[in-house]
């Protein structure tokens, strides 16, 4: 049987590596960001370069929705697409292609976080659980029904590449009794989602990143770290500079010291009054979006 695996980053390096390793499947294609040479980014070409290792054909993906795409795809005699960390939405001609339809592996508790950025707003949000789910692709964003589900807890050490870690390494057992299945002609689980209960998780813009230092230290904790990853940072204003804190933990978790945002200590770390209780930051952990370390921070200073 033949599968098209649509997917970036790690999690879709796993499921490239899993269905290459699944017996009855041959995958015929793989559909990934273009290779990027100059990257810093360790994770941006794995998907490419284990594809090119295996022999498997490369599209670099520009319009998945394209004729020309779609001419392509259905000369492929597709069986399947698997999908996982793919950036764009599957129209109807697409997605009318394979004969068992497309499975997507969401890095979230289904219907809780749909979006790209669902681990990050499990964090900011200050889930309890995360997970992974394999759903049906229909015609809207991570609407489809459930196949398969897993959770796991977060910790109060978790950060969103930990935590990615973890959500990922659920993946090659749910895809392997998929696959399996299919390969046996057996029918997979379709649990419609409770669409009721849905949460979005949407691009984490410039915008959405800004503190508000009038929550409580829990809530801005939680903001901190479900941020706390290479491109993206919660940040804040101190005379005036736009600056991004890296890494907090809570000193006191209630009470009310003084106006929200205002520096009640600047020995050490940093201890900021929030809405209710005390965050205490680090210096070392605060820079300018230029990524310089800024070092100017007294008693009675605001944040903000």
Not at 66 to 90: C, I, N
Not at 178 to 207: F, G, K, W, Y
Request: with cysteine; charged share 20%; glycine share 8%.
């Amino acid at each position: 049987m033949n599968l098209v695996l649509m997917g970036a980053w790690g999690i879709g390096e796993t499921a490239l590596a899993t269905a290459l390793d699944v017996p009855g499947w041959t995958v015929v294609a793989v559909l990934t960001r273009p290779f990027d040479a100059a990257t810093k980014d360790p994770w941006r070409n794995r998907v490419w370069t284990l594809a090119e290792h295996n022999g498997v054909p490369v599209n670099a993906m520009q319009d998945i929705n394209a004729p020309e795409t779609v001419q392509w795809l259905r000369s492929l005699d597709v069986d399947l697409y698997l999908s996982a960390a793919f950036p764009k939405l599957l129209r109807a001609p697409v997605l009318s292609i394979p004969r068992f339809g497309a499975l997507n592996l969401h890095g979230s508790l289904l219907p809780k976080n749909r979006g790209t950025s669902p681990v990050n707003w499990a964090l900011l949000r200050d889930e309890p659980q995360v997970g992974l789910t394999m759903h049906f692709i229909d015609a809207g964003m991570d609407t489809g029904d459930i196949v398969f589900q897993k959770a796991i807890d977060v910790t109060d050490d978790d950060l969103p590449g930990m935590l990615a870690d973890r959500i990922k390494d659920l993946a090659p057992p749910m895809i392997r009794e998929a696959l399996t299945r299919l390969a046996q002609n057996q029918p997979l689980p379709r649990i419609p989602q409770n669409h009721a209960l849905m949460t979005l998780a949407p691009r984490l813009t410039v915008e959405l990143r800004e503190i508000d230092w009038t929550q409580s230290a829990r809530q801005v904790w939680s903001f901190v770290r479900g941020l706390a990853q290479p491109g993206l940072g919660a940040w804040t204003r101190c005379n005036g500079k736009r600056c991004v804190l890296e890494r907090a933990k809570i000193e006191k978790l209630d009470g009310v010291f003084s106006s929200p945002g205002v520096i009640l200590q600047s020995q050490g770390w940093l201890r900021v009054a929030c809405g209710t209780g005390i965050l205490a930051v680090p210096r070392a952990s605060i820079r300018m979006e230029n990524g310089a370390l800024l070092d100017e921070f007294n008693f009675g200073q605001r944040f903000g």
